[in-house]
């Protein structure tokens, strides 16, 4: 999808990052203005958050608005509430997976097959974009935490280069 999106930004490097920036974050557009959810955000402070200037946020969204197809996309994005952070607190379980090629089909059905013959439910599941991200990640988030037992079998599965839990 990246890939597709990119090239409209190609002759503006600046528009550029905040798009991605805007897809990494869930951030759409409604008649020229940025919101998180039904949020409305402020140019300024995006560019802030950016790092850039807020005339470069507004030509962005104008950038969008232009193109029939980006608009569409942009404009039906929202926000993912990842629960990786709170799952401690909560005595849910964390498996992280690196995987060896994250475009390869089929690592999250593997795993979770493997998660659910050992009776535990999965609350979220979160695959970072592998076009929008450097180095994705898998992250399950388990109704209660993952036995050590169960680590060597994931390691073993189809794709997976590496497992972190927490």
Known sequence: MWQYIARYFNAFPKQKIIAQKMLEYGLHISQGKLFCGTIELSPSKIARAFNTDRRIVMATIE??????????????????????????????????????????????????TIIATHNISIRQAIVDDFELTEAPRLFIITEKPIPGSLIPIICQAQGVKAVQIS
């Open 63 to 112: 950038t969008i608005e232009q193109n029939p197809r980006l608009s569409t996309i942009f404009s039906q994005l929202s926000p993912t509430c990842h629960l990786k952070n709170v799952a401690p607190a909560m005595n849910w379980g964390v498996l992280e997976i690196i995987p060896e090629d994250p475009s390869m089909p089929g690592i999250l059905a593997e795993i979770s």
